[in-house]
Each structure stands twice: as C-alpha cells, then as structure tokens.
C-alpha cells in the first residue's frame, strides 16, 4: 500500500431543489494512492462529476468526510480551500479558459491569483507552454484554438500551480480520437514524470484502459465496483460494470438474438491454439461477431464475442470449456 | 435662418447635454456596476449566493425602474435640492438622472456578468481563486465587450431621458426643443435639436460598438 493522496468516507452529496432532493453521490468510500490514475467511470448521470467536485469542494458533500493529502477538507476555511485548491489542479470537457485572455496570460492567471506579479508569472508561464508544446501558441486567443490546443493549454495553467493532484472531469469527451490519445498520453507523462496524482472521471472504457491503473464504477450516485483496470476489463462483476465495458461491441450484438459468449484472453492464453481446439473436438464450428485487442497498462489484453451454436448441449460444453481454461469468459447475451 | 443668439443657445444646449449625459453616465456607473456585480454574485447560481441580500436589491431596483422617469424627477426634487442646493439648471438635471439610470444601468450589469461560462468561474475557482479575483478577473473581464455595449445603451437612454428633464426646467437641448420647438412652435429650433441628438446617439452607438468589437477575443 503507498501513501494515500484522497480518502473519500461514506460521502454523500445530495441536492435540495424545489422540486425536491437529488441523492447525487451516496456513501462513497474511496482511497486513491499518491502517483496513482484513477478512474471513476459511469453513464451519464452516475454522479461522476459531483464526486470530483466534491474532492476540491467545488460541491460540498452533504454527508461523510472528505482527506486530501491527509487534510480534513470540510475543516477548511475559505482562505485555506484557496491555497489547498491549488495543489488540485482540474481540466474540464469544455476546456474553461478565459477567451478574453490570451494563452500565455491564461497560463499566468493561477500564478497571479498566487500574488505573483505579472511579469514573473508570464515568465513561468511560457516555460509551462513549452511542457505541453504549446510554445509558439502564447500570444494566440483560445478561439484561435483547437480542441485539443484548448486542453493542452488548460493542462498548463493547471501545472502552473505546481498541483499534488490532477482532476480531470471529461477532459477528452469533446475531443476527436486521435486527439483524445495525444491528451491521455500528456497527461500520463505528467503523471510519471511530475509524480502527480490523477483521477480522471470518464464514460468511456477506452480512457480507462488506455491510461488508468484503478477503476471504480459508479451507478445512480453508488460506487458498484472497484478494482484494477485487468479485473474490470476481464471480469466486470456487476451488471452496470458489464454494461460499461460491453458497450464496445454492444453494435454487434445487437443484432444477433442467438446465445454470445464473451472471451478475454492476454499473452499467456496464446500458447494454445483454443478456438481450434473446441471445433476440432466438438466438430461444430462457431462464429467471430466482434474482436479487438487493446493495451491497458502497456499488456495487450484481447476480447472476443462469439456466437454459440443451437445446438444447447454442444454450446453447454463450448461454455464450459473457456471457463476451464480460465479466459474470463461469460455469456453475454444482449438485452436492451 | 438663425439668430446669432439662437446659434449660441443650441451650441450651450449641446455643451448642457453632453456635460448632462456624460457625468449621469459616469455617476450611474458608478452606482450601477457594483449593484450590477451585488446582484449577479448574491443570486442562488451566483458565486457567493445570499438570498436576503439579493431580495432587498432585486426589489429596490425593480421600484425603481418602474417609476416613470418624470414622476422620478418631481420625486426627487427635495433630495436634488439637497445635494446641488437647486431644484433646476443642468447640475440639478443629473442627480434624478442618476438615480433612475442606476438600476437600470445594474440590471444590464447583472445580464452581463451571467452571461458569463459558469464553467469559466469554476476553472477559476478550482484554481483557488476568491470571490474578490473572481469579480475583478474573471466576471468583469470576461463580460468586457457586453458591458461596453451596455454603456452604449445607457448613454443611449440617458440622452433620452434628459430630454424629459427640460420639462422641469433642466437643461440642454431637450430643454430647447420643448421650450421652443413644442411651446413657441419654432420649427428652426426644434430640427437641429432633434438632428444633433439623433447624431449624438448614433455617435455613440457606432463608437461603442466599435470599441467592445475590437476588444473581444472570442473570434478567431
């Protein structure tokens, strides 16, 4: 176990308005390790963005006790919530730069807010400019700007305050998919070069696994699940999990009514020749729907789904042989 | 077609009117922007809601607006002879002015500075910034270009409404043209009147816009 950046005790946040309450996150219990990327990962309206606001008190929690960096934040006074904010930083879906600001200025803003004065802070700046390669870019507007320029910029201003920590709310959900790379990949380097502790709250499997080391999923303002990106990504153990990390071939099953059965395999599974091997011994042959390799902590973990022939007694077996081999399979029959 | 005298009167109305204007502007902002900035912050979804506070202004401000200017004037008549020692004259024209323009001139502060991201505000805050550096930084800076425009409609209306203060005996143009143009029925009078306050709107309205254009950044 290392050092615990973010404790979350039986947290909840729940929202009076006047057509009544919203339980928005309920008694969360999370501990987020120093140096760690955590993901928190749910559909729209789990909650994911009220629990990240709560970690800087941009939403204070109705409920439950709040640590950061061993700090009782809900002890905090308002003057103290300033200083500790910016040692969290938090990058947004919609970027939020000042657009009456240039980007250099923009870069300068938290230092200025820290008493700097503003030559010095446009200094500092630039050289933040230059971590995210944004150098030539300072005196542009963000409306001059790319979705993926806009984060970057907005990932600079947040390391211009020298931060323990990094929020990140969505902050690829806007962004084309290559772009989407280029931002998780700046923000891993960050991480292991910086030491900076990340969460990144998301709705897409895909950022979990290409940058995440733990996960936690979140349904109707509860946490369901938690564990290692492997374990989601292997055997999601709840059904809202299974969603989740089904959803990329949900397509394909869609349109197949016949029993599917869903195989992950890695490196090691590839010694045997399996899918071979089930046809060659139970003589019936199956169906490839969907397939795909993907890299989640630098291992390349495979997933298949497969249709089941209707014959029921000879697809019992085929079930029951991927389970003896130990690939995490399970049937995944879709249902809407 | 002119009298020199004539000449003379409308170039003093002219001066009346813009010193009228310029300085009821000018007072009204500076009651206005920060009854503007009380009521956007103390709103619920503002940044430091406070419902009790927002209320009293929220409902002075709405007394205010509703009393029909002239009445305003005639209201006020004992608090503008304490404060420039006369009921009439041009001095005496701009402290109802002020007072009817302030609320006014708020509530188009307060519409700019929602118009404001509210992503924006929580970046900043998230940055640590306070309530004061958000005000300043922030909400004013980022609403820049909409709060010049609204300049540009308060100065706007302020000429309008001086007009209405020739009616009790204020000054400048409008004063001339009702003295002279609706009493005495001097059409000569009256026209170059209503033209230079038309121009003089017009002025402001392409300057104005010029200026809160050429300061947004938004555009790329």
Sequence with gaps: ?336 | MWTEQELLMILQGLWETAVIVFVSTFFGYVLGLPLGVLLAVTDSDGIKPHPMLYKVLDVVTNILRSVPFIILLVVLIPLTRAIVGKSYGTAATIVPLVIAAAPFIGRMVESSLKEVDHGVIEAAQSLGAGTFKIIWNVLLAEARTSLLVGVTIAFGTILGYSAMAGAVGGGGLGAIAIRYGYNRWQPNILWPCVIILVLLVQMFQVLGMKISKDLDRRRS
Aim: glycine share 8%; with cysteine; charged share 25%.
């Design chain 1, 1 to 336: 176990m290392g050092e615990i950046m973010i404790k979350l005790e039986n947290m909840s946040k729940t929202f009076v308005s006047g057509s009544g309450e919203v339980e928005a996150v309920r008694n969360i219990d999370l501990e987020i390790e120093k140096g760690d990327i955590f993901g928190i990962i749910g559909l729209s309206g789990a909650g994911k963005s009220t629990l990240v606001r709560c970690l800087n008190l941009l939403e204070r929690p109705t409920e439950g006790k709040v640590y950061v960096d061993g700090r009782d934040m809900l002890m905090l006074t308002n003057r103290e919530l300033s200083v500790v904010r910016r040692e969290i930083g938090m990058i947004f879906q919609h970027f939020n730069l000042l657009m009456q600001r240039n980007v250099l200025d923009n870069v300068a803003f938290p230092l200025e807010i820290a008493g700097e004065k503003k030559k010095s802070a446009r200094e500092k700046a630039g050289k933040y400019l230059e971590i995210v390669g944004l150098a030539e870019k300072a005196a542009a507007y963000p409306a001059q700007l790319s979705g993926g320029q806009k984060q970057r910029v907005a990932i600079a201003r947040v390391l211009a305050s020298d931060p323990k920590i990094l929020l990140c709310d969505e902050a690829t959900s806007a962004l084309d998919p290559q772009t989407t790379k280029s931002i998780l990949s700046l923000i891993k380097n960050i991480n292991r070069d910086m030491g900076i502790t990340v969460v990144v709250i998301t709705h897409e499997m895909s950022v979990v696994q290409e940058i995440c080391n733990k996960v936690a999923v979140l349904d109707h303002g509860r946490k369901v699940e938690e564990g290692s990106v492997e374990e989601l990504f292997r055997k999601p153990k709840t059904e809202e999990a299974k969603k989740l990390v089904f959803s990329g071939s949900a397509h394909i099953r869609r349109m197949h009514s016949s029993r599917q059965i869903r195989v992950v395999f890695d490196g090691k599974s590839a010694f045997e020749p399996i899918l071979g091997n089930i046809v060659l011994e139970l003589r019936t042959p199956i169906n490839i729907l969907y397939a795909n390799t993907q890299t989640i902590n630098g291992n390349a973990e495979g997933e298949m789904i497969l249709q089941l022939p209707d014959n029921e007694e000879i697809a019992n077996k085929m079930v029951q042989y991927f389970k003896e081999k130990n690939l995490g399979a399970e049937e995944v029959n879709y249902v809407d």
